[in-house]
């Protein structure tokens, strides 16, 4: 009897495409999904069980144990969004099928962990300490000075990330839930996609955020584009084997690390570790890398998962036409769920993007967290980061989205404020 592969799948769109990656005749393959996710699972399936929410650990357990009862103990379980993972390594462990444990994912997951092994290897990051009460920081404060962030050292998405001016602000520290206290640093911030072999980098790439996560949590649209600068690549690349090596080891992974980047007195690059997630970074990441570079990425997470050895084709040097990619969200205009009642883009813009996921008018917009569920997506390339950098600005310009919450409030225009 062939293998039963249990996948735990939430997203709507093809940011997976498990077919390609897993036989679906050779292997009994079932799925843990939402309604929304089921959109999305292949045609070829050996089972699926939906619930309402794929990080609802209970609900989970529950969909496997029918799963288990109908197909056999899985000898894999596979989660490729961020969200899923604590769920998917305890479902493992509680079955007792071979993959990444909580132990194993806690260096990935606890803020704390994960900066004290990238420090610990020598590499730069913020002051830091754990934060499990106001008094704590306020003592940090008392070192190391104002500003500080404060943010939770389990978390996704900038949720609940706190910047700390002074005393006053002491405040707004959350004591429910364990949190992290480091000195705020104002250098832009990178983020870093990719693979570490176990030995190596093999292909990555890094890119500026146009704004910030933090922002985008805040009503600001949020853009990335990618860096084409050899000296800047040079010292990111370096700063990235780095913490491939301190927190993968000789194990290999795929990363979205995001970084500072700034530049000493004599202009050398400055990179300050940020945090790394275990896992293809979110947004239009993605479908980039298939678009833009033909490299899947979740390819590559997939076969770690299945316990096979990653191999992805190289990415091409600049000076052998390598493309620039970028891409655009745009956040709700008023807090989900809502209705879209207006969706306008000036006409000197249409073209900039290759690709727009826009919602038409009337469509409701779920509140279901994470980037995929946002006012809309936008996806760019071009031959130049400059090129493309414009393309986003001017598209985040020209684009307005008017939504009515459920309670038919009046309509609010999205905020369009994007920095250079």
Known sequence: MSEH????????????????????????????????????????VADIVEV???????????????????????????????GDLDTAAVVRGLFGCPGQTRAELAPFRDKLAMTTR???????????ADAPDAEV????????????????????????????????????????????????????IYHVDGLWDGTELGPWRASRYLNTCVDFTTGAMLGSVEEDDPVLLAAIGEFAAGVGAALGGSQ?????LEVFVGAELDGTPRVTFLEAGNRVGGAEIPFLWREVHGVDLMAAAMAI???????????????QGARVGGWLLVPTPVAAPCRVVAAKSRPDIEGAPYARIVPPVGYRIPKVGGYEHVGARFRFRGERTAEVAEAILATAAGFRLECVPDSEAPLTACTNAMSA
């Open 118 to 128: 990238v420090a610990d290897a020598g590499l730069r990051a913020p002051a830091f």
């Open 305 to 319: 998962q299945l316990g096979e050895v990653p191999s992805l084709p190289s990415l091409p040097p600049r000076e």
């Open 5 to 44: 592969v249990v996948v735990i799948h939430r997203w709507r769109d093809s940011h997976a495409l498990y077919a390609r990656y897993l036989d679906h005749a050779a292997f009994r393959v079932s799925y843990v999904t939402t309604p929304m996710g089921r959109q999305s699972v292949p045609a070829d």
């Open 252 to 256: 290999p992974w795929v990363f979205h």
């Open 137 to 188: 920081v306020a003592a940090f404060a008392a070192e190391h000075g104002w500003p500080l962030i404060v943010k939770p050292r389990l978390g996704t998405a900038s949720r609940g990330v706190l910047r700390l001016d002074g005393p006053a602000d002491l405040a707004a520290v959350d004591a429910t839930e364990p949190r992290l206290v480091q000195t705020y640093c104002g250098d832009p």
């Open 52 to 82: 309402a929410a794929t990080d609802d650990l209970p609900a989970v357990f529950q969909a496997v144990t029918e799963l288990v009862e109908r197909h056999g103990p899985p000898a894999r379980v596979v989660a490729l969004n961020e």
